[in-house]
């Protein structure tokens, strides 16, 4: 079935650093591809939508020059945490959608900022 | 904006007990409804999609129905296994895709 591969799995950065999580869809063309946010016993909140080619849709309260979003390809989005802080440790997860069949995900990175 | 509600936020039952978990959202014009399974500190899997067309679906022991007219849906476990604790998630696809906050389930052996 389809595959949503999202990587690194987690990731351990300094304060002030970026980091780049990508998110691919294998076998099909993700036409939109989501990102979420997860902090601990919280429920998953979306950050932005973005479609392919165009930019991307940022939820409010999510600032769109702290994390970039790039959608270049049907099959690849990436999500960019620049300058990066202890707050924005959590979970993150790409879901591609190519819409028709159900969303599929990534199994998540889980960023930790020390 | 699109509101999604689950009840109850968290469940313990034990084994082979039958359980309901709801979902209800605020706009009934959805493309379509999804139920999600989270395990602990990993990611999503999916276990039912219903099309807005659609009142229900099954797969093994779960059974999802939709009633868009009142924005509600339920997924029903049958004979429940320590194996299905973990949070569901339900989710309402319009334009992009919303959660619920989920519901911890716990089954007991």
């Known amino acids: 079935g389809a595959v949503v591969s999202q990587h690194p799995s987690w990731v351990i950065c300094k304060s002030g650093t970026s980091v780049k999580i990508e998110c691919r869809s294998l076998d099909f063309q993700a036409t939109t591809m989501f990102w979420y946010r997860q902090f601990p016993k919280q429920s998953l909140m979306l950050m932005a939508t973005?479609?392919?080619?165009?930019?991307?849709?940022?939820e409010q309260g999510v600032e769109k020059d702290k994390f970039l979003i790039n959608h270049a390809s049907l099959t690849l989005s990436t999500l960019t945490v620049t300058s990066a802080h202890p707050e924005d440790s959590s979970f993150y997860i790409c879901?591609?959608?190519?819409?028709?069949?159900?969303?599929?995900f990534g199994n998540g990175t889980r960023l930790t900022v020390t | 904006k699109q509101e999604v509600t689950q009840i109850p936020a968290a469940l313990s039952v034990p084994e082979g007990e039958n359980l309901v978990l709801n979902c209800s959202f605020t706009?009934?014009?959805?493309?379509?409804l999804q139920w999600f399974r989270q395990d602990p500190g990993k990611g999503l899997t999916s276990l039912l999609l219903i099309q807005s067309s659609q009142r229900e679906q099954t797969s093994g022991r779960l059974n999802a129905s939709l009633d868009k007219s009142s924005g509600r849906s339920t997924l029903y476990i049958a004979a429940s296994q320590p194996g299905d604790s973990a949070t569901y998630l339900c989710?309402?696809?319009?334009?992009?895709?919303?959660f619920g906050a989920g519901t911890r389930l716990t089954v007991k052996p």
């Open positions: 706009d009934s014009a959805i493309y379509n």
């Open positions: 973005s479609n392919e080619g165009s930019k991307a849709t940022y």
């Open positions: 989710a309402v696809i319009i334009n992009d895709m919303r």
């Open positions: 879901s591609a959608f190519d819409g028709n069949s159900p969303l599929h």
